[in-house]
């Protein structure tokens, strides 16, 4: 009955995706609304899950030479119009700074929407000669972005990253960083937040303010609707001449550096819930998952479960899995669909019964499947269970795209594709903006990337008919 | 001649003791400036002591029941102003954003220059029940405070820092949880940083603004300056009116919560660097060095030594050492001063004949004691030493603070000392106002603490001569 109550709060996702969404990351706790418009307060539990993608994440970074930085929050408005693409990109979204106490400033600063200015600055200053080179430098921040639209985790006014800057001697050098990293990104969604995703490169259309090419992944979620989930760009010198930031070279030759940048962003915690949640709430992938296994005892009153269950939760946690033991006065229907809402991965229960015969249920959140487990097996079946659980989050997604995945050879079908389905429309493109734009116009997708190392599904351009050598995904996104 | 030269770069400590100061956070590459006038650019040496620092607390403080959060950056004006104390305290100081891309904003927002607002509206709507308590969040964040004269990490207009803010059933709790973290910082100054402080509450003029008791630990640097290390505040439930904080307690009682806050920062930094360091650079803490132990071949052109280095090397960090290993072509007399100017713990050199007799040389950053060490025992010896250099740095830092410390009985006698010395000078203080004002016009400093557990030296107040219970300690302050 419990179970029932709290499961029917929430809104069924065929009914309304976007409330669906909403209900979870609300009744999830992980976030809450302030009188902040547009910005959100990130609630112990969702903040748990940005601190494990961060322990991953900057460990796999400094894996690869990542150094970490702070730079200030603030960009004179000077220096952010530095660059001529960069700043026509971002100058209409950002916040400004205009009075210091009581004072006007004498220049207005906007609080930094990303830190390129900032990071070309310095590497200015401090990049003299080729020793000085390569530089990677990455900060973990937020950063600020006017949306006139929110929602949590997906587009918020403030959110928290992490951006990479790096410079190079060589533009070999800085392509390889570049691909280098999407592939940190690839791996990390693939293997820690079981996400599958699409490598390859925006459209110039889509591509970052100022840079030369910019190289994403991009994900499918549950709805078929599209989530760039991070980007890795190389900005080939362009900056490095705006700014002065040039070396000395072994020739002795004073040449400009050639620099990449790269980001990902609490984003990716909407990009897990629209990916693996479901009607009863979150469900977290392993690797990320604040609690990996709750402890619920049955029948707690009754003589030994409780000892049982501490016995369970002190086995687990020497074993180095994230566990929870929840004694409280709270009836087990109830935490059952609790920890469910919570997207905990593996439900433990231990009852009179499982104790007498030494053993114990762990129950898989993504299916519900039972196991009754020996006591004495434990640790290896909730790791087994663990990973069981994370290939199957990703092999549904999987299934999930390659379901909602199309291919379109004309206008009209891609239209008409577009109209009746969520998902990606494969087709064909032969590199001019006009098509693009007159795509998008006409089906209502976005070109989400020219992807990496596939067949091209055909040689003529979807929209104007002519040659076409490149394969476009395109897709309505968040 | 290469130590010589680069040492020669810093000013002497006696000499100018600012100057020493803005030179080493230079040349020992933790800072940097750019065109944000007042902040500052933390680079990877400095951020990575950063590093170690949240790494430990954040660690301790879990330890203790500590929830991390975020809360967004911004502060409404109306929500800043609802505690009138503390918007006092903060308005004069704060950044204002007014314009939202091309749009004047409807009400204005300021950086937050600290959270409590944020945490209280949010307080308000997740506390219901008693059940709900006690909450104990924290958040690792910037803040922004619009000083007029900065310096790198002692007074920067944003810096880096954790707010803690507890909210709690009763008045007992709420102070038990002030103390407790106010321990955690003294335990953490002294072991971690090795930096011996006192514990103490501030007088009224003194405390936070809003707060009813502010606790503080205070360090006492190289200088004989004062600086307030961190500070506990217990608010009382004044906050929790304001903001309709309040729970229904088992007794069917509505009731207002009892909160505290407290934080540290990268001004930390700062305390390390005018306590431990010398004429020669930073003397770095093992506990939060980057590097703990660097290793320096000498003659590495000859047969065995890179090898052996690189031995050496392996062995110190399979045992948990952070180290590094310099075999670029600088000269060794280079590298030695390049990391004491970096305040490296321990410098291992190995040389052609140390590597015959299977030994190498253990250098101490503190005293450049040296030790001919057998390698077979290295993981041992290099323990040890970092382990005395630790507790050399802390008790040559408490007899500095020894010899600084005065006595005053008569307020003449203050204003000697004050104007004669830089230290803390103890004296008796009836507690009225008037009195702390008169003494800081007189003397030109301020009152640092009121100390925890330590013996009145008097019984009149140095001031008026009225009866006086509380012993002050007294001191210029940074």
Known sequence: MAEKKLVEQITAMDEDFAKWYTDIVKKADLIDYSSVKGCMIIRPYGYAIWENIQ??????FKETGVENVY?????????????????????PEVAWVTMGGSERLAERLCVRPTSETLFCEHYANI???YRDLPKVYNQWCSVVRWEKTTRPFLRSREFLWQEGHTMHRT????????????????DFFEKSLCIPVLKGQKTDKEKFAGAKATY??????????????????????????????QFLDSDNQLKPCYQTSWGVSTRMIGGIIMTHGDDSGLVLPPDVAPIQAVVIPVQQHKE??????????????????????????????????EYEMKGVPLRIEIGPRDLAEEKCVIVRRDNRQKSFVAIADLV??????????????YNKALENRKN???????????????????????????????????????????SRCIPFGEEACGDKCVCCGREAKKLVYWGKAY
Chains 1, 2 share one sequence.
């Not at 533009?171 to 690839?186: D, G, K």
């Not at 049982?308 to 074993?319: E, P, S, V």
Request: aromatic share 8%; charged share 30%.
């Open 404 to 446: 909602r995945t199309y291919t379109a050879s004309t206008l009209e079908e891609l239209v008409t594709i577009a109209n009746e389905k969520n998902g990606y429309i494969r087709a064909m493109w032969c590199g001019d903006l006009e098509c693009e734009l007159k795509l998008k116009e006409a089906a209502d997708v976005s």
């Open 216 to 245: 994403t992944v991009e994900a499918l979620m549950h709805d078929g609707k599209a989530l760039q989930g991070g980007t890795s760009h190389n900005f080939g010198c362009d900056f490095a001449k705006a700014f002065g930031i």
């Open 171 to 186: 533009a070999e050098e800085a392509e390889a960083r570049t691909v280098q990293m999407l592939n940190v990104y690839a």
């Open 127 to 129: 990049i003299k000669s």
């Open 380 to 393: 290896a079946e909730a790791n087994k269970n663990l990973s069981d659980l994370a290939e199957a989050l």
């Open 304 to 337: 030994g479960v409780l000892e049982g269950a501490q016995r369970i939760y002190d086995t687990l946690k020497a074993a180095g899995i994230r566990v929870k033991l929840d004694d409280s006065d709270q009836s087990p229907g109830w935490k059952f669909s």
């Open 55 to 60: 322990r991953i994440l900057d460990t796999r």
């Open 71 to 91: 730079m200030p929050m603030f960009i004179p408005e000077s220096l952010l119009t530095k660059e001529k693409e960069h700043v026509e990109g971002f100058a």
